[in-house]
């Protein structure tokens, strides 16, 4: 059962914006912390950004001033605002979830199947 259901990836040109979401199941009982990972060819899954359900804030340094991470609990559903893109940002990103489901006792980490970011003239 797919608990995270990602979109709004594509291919931008340089300077470009992208804003991904992320939909969590209505399976879950409480989630804490959501974000976003990205991991590009060749190399290892990275932070992002991401955000509390206080929504105290958490970005990479590569985002600081480019990428605003927002969320909407009641949706439960969290967002990434991707301005002024470049091409080492080409990735493919992975949404994130911290938090439990229905009947369940314990707190796990969750994955979306990942949404793929095209930075490229």
């Known amino acids: 059962q797919v608990q995270l259901v990602e979109s709004g990836g594509g291919l931008v040109q340089p300077g470009g914006s992208l804003r991904l979401s992320c939909a969590a199941s209505?399976?879950?009982?409480?989630?804490?912390?959501m974000g976003w990972y990205r991991q590009a060819p060749g190399k290892e899954r990275e932070l992002v950004a991401t955000?509390?359900?206080?929504?105290?804030?958490n970005y990479a340094d590569s985002g600081v001033g480019r990428f605003t991470i927002s969320r909407d609990n009641a949706k439960n559903t969290v967002y990434l605002q991707m301005n002024n893109l470049k091409p080492e940002d080409t990735a493919v990103y992975y949404c994130?979830?911290?938090?439990?489901?229905?009947?369940?006792?314990?707190?796990?980490?969750?994955w979306g199947q990942g949404t793929q970011v095209t930075v490229s003239s």
């Open positions: 994130y979830a911290r938090g439990i489901m229905r009947g369940s006792i314990k707190w796990d980490d969750y």
């Open positions: 955000i509390t359900s206080g929504d105290s804030t």
């Open positions: 209505r399976s879950f009982f409480s989630i804490n912390a």
